[in-house]
């Protein structure tokens, strides 16, 4: 098993250009996270997506949208990509809302300038 | 939403002393608690979990956490640190009828030979 996926690992965009953030889990996992990590600030929730075909927003969703493509795989897109949106992206799955233990993808590190 | 603290942003020990990160959160029922670990350059994985039972916690690579109900607290502890321990170390949080998670700011152990 892969785990969680994500591509890609690096990127660097100018303000104002576009991208997709891709994630991919293996687990059969229903629900799905995209975070932000910056510095001292921990992990803040982008959107997530309970299961397949749901969407929501977390603490953090404006710049973002979000598409759960299907059960696998869920990704994260910056249609106007501004230098505060510079961070690691995290990608998270897990199996349920009970315990909710969640599995993290190896993080995607994007500068914007 | 809950609210997570981690005090000390940094701590340094020496390889063989005893690691403890403290951690307290805000809920007033007794929530899902979580630590997870994050190597250099990796994503996060998850060292052990407070659901409900056994307040003292064990995990993987001998560290161990401990729920106080009283303080609203679950701090993590390593009797003996490596040099392999040096990564950083988040407390996160959920009610137990939301699968999302509240992180802490994160702490930075470095372990010094």
């Known amino acids: 098993n892969a785990g969680v996926t994500q591509t890609p690992k690096f990127q660097v965009l100018k303000t104002g250009q576009s991208m997709t953030l891709q994630c991919a889990q293996d687990m059969n996992h229903n629900s799905m996270y995209w975070y932000r990590q910056d510095p001292g600030m921990g992990l803040r929730l982008i959107y997530y997506?309970?299961?397949?075909?749901?969407?929501d927003k977390g603490e953090v969703p404006n710049g973002y949208n979000v598409s759960r493509l299907n059960k696998r795989e869920f990704s994260l897109r910056l249609e106007s990509a501004a230098p505060s949106q510079t961070s690691v992206y995290f990608c998270?799955?897990?199996?349920?809302?009970?315990?909710?233990?969640?599995?993290f993808g190896p993080g995607t590190r994007l500068t914007v300038l | 939403a809950q609210s997570v603290t981690q005090l000390g942003s940094h701590v340094s020990v020496s390889e063989g002393a005893l690691v403890l990160l403290r951690c307290n959160y805000s809920?007033?029922?007794?929530?899902?608690l979580f630590w997870y670990v994050q190597y250099p350059n990796q994503g996060l994985q998850l060292l052990l979990k407070y659901t409900t039972g056994a307040t003292l916690v064990k995990g993987i690579n001998g560290f161990e956490a401990e729920f106080n109900k009283s303080q609203t607290s679950f701090h993590l502890r390593k009797p003996s640190v490596h040099i392999s321990d040096t990564a950083e170390y988040f407390c996160?949080?959920?009610?137990?009828?939301?699968?999302?998670?509240?992180f802490g700011a994160g702490t930075t152990v470095t372990v010094r030979a």
């Open positions: 998270a799955s897990s199996e349920s809302r009970v315990n909710n233990e969640q599995f």
């Open positions: 809920s007033s029922v007794p929530p899902y």
């Open positions: 997506s309970a299961s397949e075909g749901t969407t």
């Open positions: 996160a949080v959920s009610e137990m009828d939301d699968y999302k998670l509240s």
